[in-house]
């Protein structure tokens, strides 16, 4: 049988951009128009009214992407106080101070001590401030901030701001998470309801990963490990064992080619990456990828990381910022924080060498080829 491939959705719905928290604006086949209520409840509503309206006859493919938790972490009446008793644990590198690392790392503006506005931490703004003058002051970064704690009211500088700001932070997008959580049951309640759970391939994953106050940030962009790495969850019944685990390294270009095959379909030539099907069911090849490549080109903005490209093995990880001539290399298995930079060490010589022909032939294979002298110095 001849299988047809679509190359568009049949169904759209889609936020302008990020989109927004509250009545988010979503972009449909026959115009844009704004939905009250929460975007988390209103992305999963949407998701199971195209359930419930699908033709039951024939199989389907749905992604329900969620704005949450993107910046500004805005939590909906049911969780916004969730965490307000509750004190965060810091990670273990919040008060990293980059020493060994590039001044790529110094020069990001996405710290937890400096970086937060005034909009970010949810601060009210002046009744009388409209327009540009309201703006620049949500825009405004904070260097002291008078709070009441327990009623007693305190005026917090420095090390002390620097973790109110990180509890508030955390407050805000756990807030969001527990939505998230809340949504995704919901969906899943749907399936076990309609019977549809036995015969239905669940994927759950994220664009990327994030830093919640690791190396004292938000935000992602960088390679280092909290940023490149994402949850990967699926389940697949009479396929995957439950609780089931694999090292495998996987990459987000493999999603597509995974979806192709588990619905009995060849991937064209063109698709890059490789179905995960066989890891899936703990069958994972002897040839799959023992490395891979990463590349981030956004500079300035957002927030001024430089721009920078590398590889990482299972072991260890090669990071070129290309506009300032910079190498970091990590061993993932000592230095798990990646705290460390030991590019210059010369017992490295060896590792390096390697490292550096890897980044060479993966850029190449990609066709990635601007900035490849760069890599061959």
Known sequence: MRVQLLTRFSLSKRHSGQG??????????????KTTGYATDIITDKTIAFLEKRAKDKPFFVMCHHKAPHRGWE??????????????????TFNDDYAT???????????????????????????????AALEEWRGAKLTELEVTIKGEKKLLTGEA???????????????????????????????????????????????????????????????????????????????IKPGSTSEAMVLNVDFAPTF????????????????????????TPKDWRAEMYYRYYHYPADHRVQPHYGVRTDRYKLIYFNRIDAWELFDLMNDPHELKNIYGDPSQAATVKKLKADLTRLRTELDDHDQLQDVQK
């Open 20 to 33: 927004t928290y509250f009545d988010p604006l979503f972009i449909e086949k026959d115009g844009r128009g």
């Open 75 to 92: 939590p909906d009446a049911k969780h916004a106080h969730m965490y307000d008793d509750v004190e965060i644990p810091e990670p273990a």
């Open 101 to 131: 690392r590039s001044p790529a790392a110094t020069e990001a503006t996405m710290r937890i001590d400096r970086d937060l506005t005034k909009h970010d931490l949810k601060l009210t703004p002046p009744a009388e401030l409209k327009g």
């Open 161 to 239: 701001l620097k973790k109110w700001k990180y509890q508030k932070y955390m407050r805000d997008y756990l807030g969001c998470i527990a939505s998230v959580d809340d949504n995704v049951g919901r969906l899943l309640d749907y399936l076990d309801r309609t019977g549809l759970a036995t015969n239905t391939i669940v994927i759950y994953t994220s664009d990327q990963g994030f830093f919640l106050g690791d190396h004292n940030w938000f935000d992602k962009r960088f390679m280092y490990e909290e940023s490149l790495r994402m949850p990967f969850l699926v389940r697949y019944p009479g396929h």
């Open 260 to 283: 192709l095959q588990l619905a009995g379909v060849t991937a064209p030539k063109e698709v890059q990456g490789r179905s995960i099907a066989p890891v899936l069911e703990g069958k």
